[in-house]
């Protein structure tokens, strides 16, 4: 069964503090991990797909790595409205639907 | 390009009643996932509609049940509603089940 873990699950930054998001997963062949972004109250927000190890992708003020068995979302020089709930998920390549299974989350906080 | 769209927003109803959520894809995807997020947790897969056909399903009971029209749209209707049932519904499109997920803001249902 796939299962994905993140941590902290919370960290508060002060403004223009860069720091990591963890994701540990493990998944019977990684079809692809994704990165959401959730404000209270609304659905996740799309960020980045990752489909191998060693792939990157960066969006403004975020950056997100791939190794065989973690992923990490680095935030650098945060800003207030960075303020959210990162979900880490992993679609595996078993079975006939390609449902996503995702971590609690991480809630970050940032300061000004 | 419109997104995914979710009604009602949020719901009220007492135990042991009936519910339909109901949910719009995005343009060109044919397939349409739903998902439980229970407060402080990650979203649980609950199953899968592709071509109109329940083609993956979580853990969860038959009182929880589906539909997915020639347009793509999609209902989810819970049966004999539980305290425990009360959670963010998410519907979530694709195409075909790959790549990038477009998640709606989601159904607030309390059941009292």
């Known amino acids: 069964e796939d299962q994905v873990t993140q941590s902290p699950e919370a960290l508060r930054l002060q403004e223009g503090e860069s720091s990591s998001l963890n994701c540990s997963y493990t998944?019977?062949?990684?079809?692809?991990l994704f990165w959401y972004r959730q404000d209270p109250g609304k659905g996740p927000e799309f960020l980045f797909t990752?489909?191998?190890a060693g792939e990157e992708k960066e969006k403004e003020r975020l950056k997100a790595t791939l190794t065989k068995k973690e992923s990490f979302l680095h935030i650098t020089a945060p800003k207030p409205e960075d303020s959210a709930t990162y979900l880490c998920?992993?679609?595996?390549?078993?079975?006939?639907?390609?449902?996503?299974?995702f971590g609690k989350g991480i809630t970050l906080s940032v300061r000004p | 390009e419109t997104g995914v769209t979710q009604s009602p927003t949020h719901l009220i109803k007492t135990r042991g009643q009936q519910v339909t959520l109901r949910c719009s894809s995005q343009?060109?995807?044919?397939?349409v996932s739903w998902y439980q997020q229970a407060l402080g947790q990650g979203p649980q897969f609950i199953f899968q509609?592709?071509?109109?056909?329940?083609?993956g399903r979580g853990n969860f009971p038959p009182r929880f049940s589906g539909l997915q029209f020639p347009n793509y749209s999609s209902e989810l209707n819970v049966n004999a509603l539980e305290l425990d049932d009360s959670a963010l519904y998410l519907c979530?499109?694709?195409?075909?089940?790959?790549?990038?997920?477009?998640f709606g803001s989601g159904t607030r249902l309390t059941v009292v």
């Open positions: 343009s060109g995807h044919n397939t």
């Open positions: 998920a992993v679609q595996g390549k078993g079975g006939a639907n390609s449902k996503l299974t």
């Open positions: 509609y592709y071509r109109e056909e329940e083609n």
């Open positions: 979530a499109s694709s195409l075909q089940g790959v790549d990038g997920y477009t």
């Open positions: 990752l489909y191998s």
């Open positions: 998944v019977s062949g990684l079809r692809g």
